[in-house]
T-cell receptor, first 116, second 112 residues
Framework: GAVVSQHPSRVICKSGTSVKIECRSL??????MFWYRQFPKQSLMLMAT?????????EQGVEKDKFLINHASLTLSTLTVTSAHPEDSSFYIC????????????FGQGTRLTVV | SQQGEEDPQALSIQEGENATMNCSYK?????LQWYRQNSGRGLVHLIL?????REKHSGRLRVTLDTSKKSSSLLITASRAADTASYFC????????????FGKGTSLLVTP
């Protein structure tokens, strides 16, 4: 299947700093990328949907100024957690899909963010 | 938003036994998918069943779909310790660019 690479896999940062997470589709063009957040022992919650070249659409309750999403190319989307706080500590996962409606989504390996 | 509810939330079995997980969803669907997640890792797609299908097989996996009851089940036969993981059902959300809405998941533990 298609490969989605997410980097870094783990990051520890200090409160108040910003962290950027990258999501790349390695062998296909991702017209749409999705960012999810997962707390321990819980399910994945959709944060935002981004289409290449346009602004991301955020789910209700997700602060767009705090979680900056850029989808500048068909193979790269980035999520920047700005002014991170300990409550932002979580597992962030991206997924990507190519054009077409009934396709499986391909997921990155996830990023474990710890804010200290 | 979460679409599905899985049960059981946790399941512990011995190697060789079968594991059955159930998922219910709320809205109409085009398809339903099952994913596996090892602890602290990304998700791996297992199987997709379309709304006009009732049953699908893939290796040791058997998925059923009952659209009248808005439910699906995942059966893993002859389980192995390596099957230990969390399993999620997911449906597409057409309002969010076909992002996936995930159920709460079933945590499966297979002991040798």
């Amino acid at each position: 299947g298609a490969v989605v690479s997410q980097h870094p896999s783990r990051v520890i940062c200090k409160s108040g700093t910003s962290v950027k997470i990258e999501c790349r589709s390695l062998d296909f063009q991702a017209t749409t990328m999705f960012w999810y957040r997962q707390f321990p022992k819980q399910s994945l919650m959709l944060m935002a949907t981004s289409n290449e070249g346009s602004k991301a659409t955020y789910e209700q309750g997700v602060e767009k100024d705090k979680f900056l999403i850029n989808h500048a190319s068909l193979t790269l989307s980035t999520l920047t957690v700005t002014s991170a706080h300990p409550e932002d500590s979580s597992f962030y996962i991206c997924s990507a899909r190519s054009a077409g409606l009934v396709t499986e989504a391909f997921f990155g390996q996830g990023t474990r963010l710890t804010v200290v | 938003s979460q679409q599905g509810e899985e049960d059981p939330q946790a399941l512990s079995i011995q190697e060789g036994e079968n594991a059955t997980m159930n998922c219910s969803y709320k809205t109409s669907i085009n398809n339903l998918q099952w994913y596996r997640q090892n602890s602290g890792r990304g998700l791996v797609h297992l199987i997709l069943i379309r709304s006009n299908e009732r049953e699908k097989h893939s290796g040791r996996l058997r998925v059923t779909l009952d659209t009248s009851k808005k439910s699906s089940s995942l059966l893993i036969t002859a389980s192995r310790a390596a099957d230990t993981a969390s399993y999620f059902c997911a449906t597409e959300n057409s309002n969010s660019g076909y992002a996936l809405n995930f159920g709460k998941g079933t945590s499966l533990l297979v002991t040798p």
